[in-house]
């Protein structure tokens, strides 16, 4: 019998991180030769009790010294799964074979990278260990506290709060998934999704005179907090008597519990709390939950989720509201309640966009935000709506025990009930997922220059009877508008982008919608269907080569989107090593300059499927 007891979570939690970590490198510098037949008696030594004979070569040649790591499954998408001990050997003809621990495989990759790119062969190399090793740590954490939850984190029916808080790996191509550098070993049972974490949310009582507010519904972000208040039987009368606006020159505005800490840490509020201006009033009400983003929270019963600023540092950045995503959000709102919306829902009913469309914060001389951002998200998972509502990041996560999914286990499961191989499944299933996801994505930019960045975590499926039904986008941060269709933009909701500063260059637009979701969401899709020994990729990838070459891109756009994907050999990926590499944070400065973006293989433009495709 299996227990905590017998599983090994350090080296699962090391395995893991060695996995994500070596797949970014391979990408990324393309340092590196597949070895189908092992070629000498060196390497044969390495496979010799192995039941895998392919063999990746990577040549550290700063360092003098050989990578050998055995291959389990080599993907044409390009995360490809290991078996381990990974070794290595030093240059020259008395080769002696080591293996490698985690801490010595990131410490060689990173001193390349440095040696490479940064001179003297220690440029940013703490900073990146450091987060490797928290990265691993929280792994390791969560996988041996929620082990006991295993039969329920990967089956076919699942709410949509279970799914947020089963991102136990995070992203699987990514070097530090789950570093978080802010957040105390004693609080993360209580902030972390992965842990199940929940908590009241702590208010506090502010001067009108210093509170800004936007909403593009018929009531305002204050109303929206009165409400949810008095609606809460767990909250107080006191409480609620403040809510009720008994004294008009004061709101209420709740914050997440850890940065109400750190808010009232800083020093001027702690001035405006002197001054009677800033009250806080402690932690009360229900207890919410948070989702996969860690700073959004959600409660089955309330209209709306909570996305508040965080000052921590999540994976590449400091996760702070922007004042303009908080403009944003009300903007996209009445596109969507406009001309745009109805047009996106009469041509592709089952595409839907989750809105932001409301915000409060506290304004604070000479901060351009204050740390209070508190944006309301619309709530379409309430109570029994939330039943098999998933992110496609979920469905995709890597099983604890490895090599499988809950995608996996779900086309089994239909398989099985339907009488019918995976393979066979698996295409029906991804068609269906093409036509309420790339769809309805390529429509809206096409005909009205409008990118979103819809990755896994930022993309959320309702399943019905185990298929794709409803697809949802998240996220007020991840919006481009063309710059090519600014005045068509314009001339429907005027004034727009002026607050949100969302118009960028259309190679921008491209670029983002292009990583987003096809190398990250579609690729990603693809990947967990071929590691999980459903169907080959190659069979997926021509599926979308198909639709690509099946829509009619309207004659006033002038993008490059489509051609890339299916007449370039290469294709512009983001680079989440390399951003980290040189700490880089993805939140702040310009677009063109807030990662790292090299070539890749396009795994679209094989000859195979090229050719297929021209039959």
Known sequence: MVTTNTINFKRIAEQATMQSFLNCYLRETQNFKLYDQIPDELLTKITLHKKDQALIHCELAHLEINLYVPLVYWSDTGRHLFSFPIYYC??????????????????????????????????????????????????????????????????????????????????????TPK????????????????????????????????????????????????????????????????ASHTDENYELIPIHPWQAKFLMNKPKVKELMDKGLIESLGQHGRCYYPTSSLRTVYHPKTNYMIKFSLNVKITNSVRANKYMELERGVEVKKLVEGKIGQHLK????????????????????????????????????????????????????????????????????????????????????????????????????????????????????????????????????????????????????????????????????????????????????????????LIDEKKLLAEVRIVLESIKVPKHSSSELIPSLLSHRKLPCKANLLTRFYDMDELTGSLETQSVYVEIDNPLHQKELVTDASK
């Open 179 to 242: 570093s978080r550098q802010g957040i105390d070993e004693s609080d993360a049972p209580l902030y972390s999704p992965e842990l199940k974490g929940e908590f009241s949310l702590h208010y506090f009582r502010i001067h009108s005179s210093i509170v800004s507010q936007g909403t593009a519904l018929e009531h305002t972000a204050s109303e929206i907090v009165r409400n949810q208040v008095m609606e809460d039987s767990s909250i107080s009368d006191e409480l609620k008597q403040m």
């Open 346 to 533: 009469e041509v592709h009913p089952n595409f839907q966009v989750i809105t932001d469309p409301a915000f409060m914060t506290v304004n604070i001389d000479g901060e351009e935000e204050s740390g209070f951002e508190v944006i309301f998200r619309e709530n379409p998972f309430k109570q029994y709506n939330s039943l098999n509502a998933t992110s496609l990041a979920a469905i995709c996560q890597d099983t604890v025990e490895g090599h499988s999914s809950r995608l996996a286990v779900i086309i089994k499961q239909l398989a099985e009930k339907e009488g019918r191989t995976t393979e066979e499944v698996s295409l029906d299933w991804f068609r269906k997922y093409l036509d309420i996801s790339l769809k309805p994505i390529l429509w809206l930019f096409l005909n009205y220059g409008i990118a979103v960045e819809a990755h896994q975590q930022n993309s959320v499926i309702q399943l019905k009877n185990g298929y794709p039904d409803q697809f949802y986008y998240r996220d007020n941060q991840g919006y481009y508008y063309c710059e090519s269709y600014h005045g068509r933009l314009n001339e429907i909701l005027p004034g727009i982008s002026e607050k949100s500063n969302t118009i960028c260059s259309d190679r921008i637009a491209d670029e983002r919608l292009r990583y987003y979701f096809f190398l990250n969401h579609l690729f990603g899709l693809i990947n967990a269907f071929g590691t999980g020994g």
């Open 90 to 175: 030093n240059f020259g003809k008395n080769q002696k074979l080591f293996e490698v621990d985690y801490l010595l495989f990131v410490h060689l990759i990173m001193k390349e990278l440095s040696m490479e790119y940064g001179g003297d062969g220690t440029v940013n190399q703490e900073e990146l260990m450091l987060r490797v090793m928290l990265s691993r740590q929280n792994v390791e954490t969560y996988i041996r506290e929620r082990y006991p939850d295993t039969k329920y984190l990967y089956k076919m029916d699942m709410d949509f709060i279970d799914t947020e808080q089963a991102l136990l790996f995070g992203h699987l191509m990514h070097p």
